[in-house]
């Protein structure tokens, strides 16, 4: 491994990196890059090296000597030490328009296109949006007390956190809470990660539920003091003593978790550790702001791959005439049928096929569409594209979590299938991350 120097440098920042670093070049134009945690382009920095390669550098910001006009306070005392933020730093504004420019530069470098219009940032609340996540859980006997939190920016090691201000309140008030009860228990060595998830409150009941991992059995006191927790907060506990078809409810004994779509009339009802959209607010306007660009018509049938729970296909089906949704986890496939029945809703129909092998035997795929609808997770879709008759489609709307495998993928739909592009924008799904959710429209 190649020597860190530890001796402190002076640099100036001339571009933000797609995960939210500074970009430097040590001796200049010609010299070789470092990418400098904590800083902002146009700023000059003192930094000290933490790691080498032969291609570039790792550095972190030790004091900002020449700040950007675009630097604000961070809000959370755990940023710079936590990994779950890397832009809390960047002006809220400045941010989404930074991850503009990563899709726009991934589209032309990946893809070798460009949208026709570029589409106005999507964007909601930036703080407390963060309805699911995962927390790790630590016990550290040198400082006598577990821990519970997000990764820190080196991911061997847990957070110290005491709140979180992107995760809904009702947890990430609760952070230091919830370390002391692991602290408590007899198996706080043996409890890895507590999942949160959150739909609408129902009742007395908070919508929020907690799914204790542990790898060995929970005693009956242990058991005891989650339920007691549960109570006093309003979760529900399930726990999680193998894979995810070993997750149980602890407290209540039949909880019911569940989100609305007022604007399409539909209610989904999902398990603890289902996939849902991560921030409510902005989930409701990607829905909008996608069925706007597939311009369903009422005797349509559109195609919905990667449709998970039916996020996209419900609504779609309030619009046309038929739906199809097509999900790889059978377990989501069998919660999207039952939120179809759930919402009488008989216009969707759900099939479970892996995506990222051959579809040729499956009968869905020998019928008509006139859309195509798709959310792929961040490999993208390249496979599944290729395999399409896609000349079937009048419009084509692409989903995205990975602003590369979606420029791999327009690449392959303009430069070789003769697709245009004809308009992709961004949407800020994970306020003060570095993640680039987007949306995309193509014709013939």
């Not at 933000?16 to 382009?41: M, N, W, Y």
């Not at 026709?116 to 006997?141: H, I, M, N």
């Amino acid at each position: 491994m190649a020597r860190i120097d530890q001796t402190p440098f002076e640099a100036d920042i001339t571009d933000l990196s797609h995960d939210g670093r500074g970009v430097a070049r040590r001796d200049g134009e010609g010299g070789k890059v470092t990418f400098i945690a904590g800083a902002l382009p146009g700023e000059r920095v003192l930094a000290k090296q933490t790691s080498r390669s032969r291609h570039f550098d790792e550095a972190t910001t030790l004091d900002v000597l020449r700040a950007s006009a675009d630097r604000v306070p961070a809000r959370c005392p755990h940023f710079g030490t936590c990994g779950g933020c890397a832009l809390q730093h960047l002006d809220e504004g400045k941010q989404i328009l930074a991850k503009q420019r990563v899709l726009l530069d991934n589209l032309e470098r990946i893809g070798h296109v460009t949208p026709e219009r570029v589409l106005p940032p999507l964007t909601d609340a930036a703080w407390g949006y963060r309805r699911k996540g995962r927390f790790s859980v630590r016990r550290v006997e040198k400082k006598d007390k577990t821990l519970v939190g997000f990764r820190e920016q080196d991911p061997r090691f847990v957070a110290d956190l005491s709140e979180c201000h992107t995760v809904i309140p009702e947890i990430g008030s609760k952070v230091s809470a919830l370390a002391a009860l692991v602290d408590g228990m007899q198996a706080r060595r043996d409890i890895p990660q507590i999942e949160f998830i959150a739909g609408d409150p129902s009742g007395e009941f908070s919508g929020i539920a907690l799914t204790v991992r542990h790898l060995a059995p929970l005693s009956d006191a242990d058991q005891a003091a989650l339920v007691a927790f549960g109570q006093q907060h309003g979760f529900a506990i399930f726990l999680q003593p193998g894979g995810v078809d070993s997750v149980h409810p602890l407290w209540p004994a039949e909880p019911t978790l569940a989100f609305k779509l007022p604007q399409w009339d539909i209610e989904f009802v999902f398990r603890p550790l289902d996939f849902i959209q991560v921030n409510a607010g902005l989930n409701g306007k990607m829905i909008q702001s996608a069925l706007d660009l597939l311009d369903p018509q009422p005797q349509d049938r559109v195609l919905d791959l990667f449709c998970g729970l039916g996020n996209f296909t419900l609504p779609l089906a309030r619009r046309v005439r038929e739906v199809v949704g097509v999900e790889g986890e059978a377990g989501l496939v069998r919660r999207a049928r039952e939120n179809a029945a759930h919402n009488g809703i008989t216009n969707a129909e759900f099939h479970a096929a892996d995506l990222g092998k051959d579809l040729s035997d499956h009968t869905w795929m020998r019928e008509g569409f006139d859309r195509l609808l798709l959310d792929p997770p961040r490999s993208g879709a390249d496979f599944v594209l290729t395999q399409l008759k896609l000349k079937q489609f009048k419009r084509i709307v692409y989903v995205s979590c990975h602003p590369g495998s979606l420029a791999r993928d327009a690449g392959y739909l303009v430069n070789e299938k003769g697709w245009k592009l004809r308009a992709a924008g961004v949407m800020d799904m994970f306020p003060h991350t570095a993640h680039v959710e987007s949306i995309a429209m193509f014709e013939p």
